[in-house]
Nanobody
């Protein structure tokens, strides 16, 4: 059983920055992905990272909607994956979730691949 706990959500002005954290227990070689969801819409994968080592270690992938503005990273010593959000826009307002795939071989944004989810953290961007 994998437990994921998100933190760091809150309110931020458009153009500002915010960093979300996702602490995993146990922490192993996972694919960890940040998703977001707004009411009435499907949960959208936005950033993914492979936390393991080797030649795939640290590989990332991003949705077009956040590429160049958001950065996903890992700190294996702290069992934590981060999502650094910069130049945020009003359309980034959503509930943000992290999810883990213990069997994944590389970063991916496909909702159906993820069995383990955190409880979510809300981000509100004001213009």
């Amino acid at each position: 059983q994998v437990q994921l706990v998100e933190s760091g959500g809150g309110s931020v002005q458009a153009g500002g920055s915010l960093t979300l954290s996702c602490k995993a227990s146990p922490y192993m070689n996972y694919v960890v992905t940040w998703f977001r969801q707004t009411p009435g819409k499907e949960r959208e994968g936005i950033a993914s990272i492979y936390t393991g080592g080797g030649n795939r270690g640290g590989y990332t992938t991003y949705a077009d909607s956040v590429e160049g503005r958001f950065t996903i990273s890992r700190d294996n010593a702290k069992n934590t994956v981060y999502l650094q959000m910069t130049n945020v826009k009003s359309e980034d307002t959503a509930m943000y979730y992290c999810a883990a795939d213990p069997t994944g071989l590389g970063p991916n944004l496909h909702l159906g691949n993820y069995k383990y989810w955190g409880q979510g953290t809300q981000v509100n961007v004001s213009s």
